[in-house]
């Protein structure tokens, strides 16, 4: 019994000391500030995969009315939620960045803030369609598919982010830090893919052997399937942040100021805008949508630049 009350008290006095101390810490503190920052993010290259539910092209209705004879073209299954269908492959850029925080000095060594940024990466960049081993549709199809790509042209996002900074001792006139952060980034991904098959029904391929081979061939020769638009997703990660500022005057800081940023992944998609030249379902009575989804690995960045701060008071 004495023992049990023993240990209670030395919880008691443990919890009081902790707390004595953060209001030590905060009688101390800096109080509160507010940042800008403006700099340049490293966009890293993107792997994106895709997939959809489509069939066959000889099992869509609207190229051959004829489906319903051939086995498999009437299976429940198609491929619902498919990922892996098919990839491309984009290379890293360059773009801007702008943040802005609100934060809190705890003595003279501890910082809390929450921080919203903005960032835009133009890739503007166009990326044959592969499939999983590497090898270009537009080669496996010959010349059946003359153009198949996909097209990145930009990626956006507003990111949300609660940051702790530890400052570093210096003795010197320029002071370093470090630090972490956990948050959220709504991200836009503005995407377009086009397969464009060749006018000359005499190079569709995929209907050879059909009763109504030559049906399908002028059915599907120039036929294009197109997709696009703005894909979102919210994504959860963390960050880690380093600096070395130099104090301007009493209220004023300037810092240069990096961030490593590492994210979720990312998925998004839709109807196709044409499919096969007609809408983006596989029967004349409206049933059977095909939908695509695209989507990549953990996301990331990695940026520099100036931070300026103002202090509320020191």
Not at 102 to 130: C, H, K, M, T, W
Not at 182 to 192: I, K, P, Q
Request: aromatic share 8%.
């Amino acid at each position: 019994m004495v023992q049990r009350r023993v240990k209670k008290l030395g919880k008691r006095r443990t919890t009081f000391a902790f707390v004595s101390c953060l209001l030590a810490s905060s009688a101390a503190a800096d109080g509160f500030y507010l940042a800008g920052d403006a700099g340049l993010q490293l966009a890293p290259s993107v792997l994106l995969r895709a997939g959809d539910n489509d069939r066959a092209s000889r099992c869509d209705e609207f190229v051959n009315p004829r489906f319903a004879q051939l086995e498999g073209c009437t299976s429940p299954f198609r491929g619902e939620g498919a990922v892996d269908a098919w990839m491309s492959r984009f290379d890293s850029v360059r773009g801007g960045l702008a943040a802005a925080a609100l934060g809190y000095g705890v003595g003279d060594r501890f910082r809390v803030e929450l921080a919203l940024s903005a960032r835009n990466a133009a890739y503007e960049q166009s990326s044959p369609i592969l499939d999983l081993d590497g090898v270009a549709f537009t080669r496996t199809f010959g010349s059946e598919l003359p153009q198949a790509n996909e097209r990145v042209e930009r990626v956006r996002s507003m990111d949300a982010f609660a940051n702790a900074y530890f400052v570093l001792p210096n003795a010197s006139r320029f002071t370093p830090y470090v630090g972490v952060g956990v948050g959220v980034g709504a991200a836009r991904l503005e995407y377009a893919a086009l397969w464009q098959r060749s006018a000359d029904p005499n190079t569709v391929e995929s209907a050879r052997g059909l009763p109504n081979e030559d049906e399908v061939r002028r059915n599907l020769a120039g036929t294009a399937s197109r997709a696009g638009g703005t894909l979102r997703d919210t994504l959860r990660g963390y960050q880690l942040l380093v600096g070395i500022e130099h104090a301007l005057n009493e209220r004023l800081t300037l810092a240069l100021h990096g961030r490593w940023v590492r994210l979720g992944p990312f998925a998004g998609g839709g109807s196709y805008r044409e499919l096969r030249s007609h809408v983006s379902n596989l029967r004349r009575d409206g049933s059977e949508p095909v939908v695509y989804r695209v989507s990549t690995k953990d996301t990331g960045f990695a940026s520099v630049g100036l931070r300026l701060v103002y202090r509320r008071q020191r």
